[in-house]
């Protein structure tokens, strides 16, 4: 990967978590804005030759936009750009392990009262997830075995934090691995939680 390709993938990351319309992956990452010209014009293309030289500049990218959609490329380099990538990549990794582990902190019987919408309130997984408690990964895996995120959109519908989530969680999906088997997971939920988890 050459600087310009570099340069390119981050503008349409970017515009892929900031945007409805863009999809990087039906795209391609291709851009018609993100041009050799507008390359050139731009102030930060040293971040750009620091960026390309990483192991895995879209996992860095992807990780750290996940963090901050809006934030600008020097933020993509540096010790916390860095930290990011690395808890980024752990949660990839040994990703059913650390679903398991987040769900067993905050997971509440019976199953369905953590998925449940009362009235003019938020489902418990998704303050979990606001507080911190468990990761995106976690929210979609979840929904990839338990199919909730229909109901919240109905039930939702017009909420600005679930509108903000949502959105994220649709961006995101594609880019988990599609290899990764969550039977062990489907299995320990039925045990857990019983079968209508």
Known sequence: MNTFECYRMFMALKMHFTTASYDYFKYGGKLKSATPQ?????????????????????GHIVANLLRNEKAWVGEM??????????????????LVYTVKQELQAVLRSPFDSNLRVAD????????????GDISLECLIILDVLCHYIPH????????????????RMRKFKPFLPDNVDLEPLRIWLREEYGPES
């Not at 600005?160 to 949502?166: A, K, L, Q, S």
Request: with cysteine.
């Open 152 to 167: 919240w959109e109905r039930k939702l519908k017009g909420d600005i934090m679930w509108d903000t989530i949502g959105n």
């Open 77 to 94: 380099i540096g010790t916390e750009a860095d930290k990011c990538y690395n808890e980024y990549r752990k949660r990839r990794d040994s």
């Open 38 to 58: 507008a390359f050139e014009r731009h102030k930060q293309k040293y971040v750009f030759q620091k960026l390309q030289k990483l192991k895995d500049p879209e």
């Open 120 to 131: 003019n309130e938020h489902p418990h997984l998704l303050r979990a997830y606001i507080r």
